[in-house]
């Protein structure tokens, strides 16, 4: 069977999976709504990157398929460990493909294009992508990790606008709110580089960690995308002014925005 005749039934399968997780408890809910809805943003995500490079109508499922399974760990993570901090419970991406394989769901597939969907939910969440794989496996996580990134600017973003008025301490990985920038961030991001998860300290640093995936974006749709939507000034909204490293940071991530969205 090929992705396009799959997709439909992985659909079903995801939405049977994700409802029986459904809590009474308001919070927890909330937080299970968060990632359904954010697949379900992620999968349109990557079939608009897709239609710009002008994809099959079989790679653009199998593209799909990718976004649809690319969080499915993290349901069981939330049910137990109450976090979406990999940090402080275990690599959703790989409980993920784990959880993939015991359900059997990819088994009707074409080995080859099972293959590139476990490897892409693998390794959707790695801090780089990983040099030792080969095309097309490469090709659809990078579709994978743009798209994944631009619903998480849309999520955070519009937490950071309403984090005054309400709290989620989940979406903020319970970092403390102080008004401090850790050394190792600034200086990852001053070089273009990702900021690791081990060095976020502060809500500032995970905040600057964001404006940072700039520097991991393949696609120039989806530099247009994050242009048009504004996320990076959205998020330096969120953050100190004053503060020099923020401002140093920001310049630069938005420079590398620039000459990227103009080229598309
Ligand atoms: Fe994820």
């Known amino acids: 069977m090929n ?16 409802h029986g997780f459904s809590s009474d ?8 709504d968060l990632k359904r809805e954010h697949t379900w943003r992620v999968c349109e995500a990557i079939r608009d990157i897709g239609w710009s490079l002008d994809l099959s109508k079989e790679d653009l499922c199998l593209a799909e398929a990718s976004g649809l399974l690319h969080d499915i760990g993290r349901f069981e993570q939330y049910r137990r460990y109450r976090t979406f901090s990999d940090y402080k ?19 009707g597939l074409e080995p080859v294009a099972a293959d590139i969907i476990l490897r892409a939910v693998a390794y959707h969440n790695r801090a780089d992508l990983p040099l030792e794989e080969k095309e097309p496996c490469l090709f659809f996580l990078k579709l994978l990790r743009d798209a994944d990134k631009l619903d998480i600017w849309r999520v955070v973003t519009e937490y950071y606008r309403n984090a005054r008025f309400r709290r989620n301490r989940t979406i903020e990985l319970d970092l403390p709110d102080v008004d401090r920038v850790s050394k190792p961030v600034y200086e990852a991001l001053m070089q ?6 081990a060095d976020l300290k502060t809500l500032n640093d995970f905040k600057l960690l964001q404006i940072g995936w700039i520097y991991d974006i393949n696609f120039p749709m989806t530099f247009n995308i994050i242009e048009e939507k504004k996320y990076l000034e959205r998020i ?20 590398h925005l620039e000459r990227n969205a103009s080229a598309a």
């Open 25 to 32: 408890d308001p919070i927890v809910q909330e937080n299970l």
């Open 192 to 197: 273009g580089r990702l900021v690791q998860t």
């Open 236 to 255: 330096l909204d969120a953050l100190p002014r004053q503060c020099p490293r923020v401002t140093e940071v920001y310049a630069r991530a938005r420079a």
């Open 89 to 107: 419970s275990e690599n959703h991406a790989a409980l993920g493909a784990r959880i993939i394989q015991a359900a059997g769901i990819l088994a």
């Open 3 to 18: 992705a396009q005749a799959l997709l439909p039934s992985l659909k079903a399968w995801f939405q049977s999976y994700t």
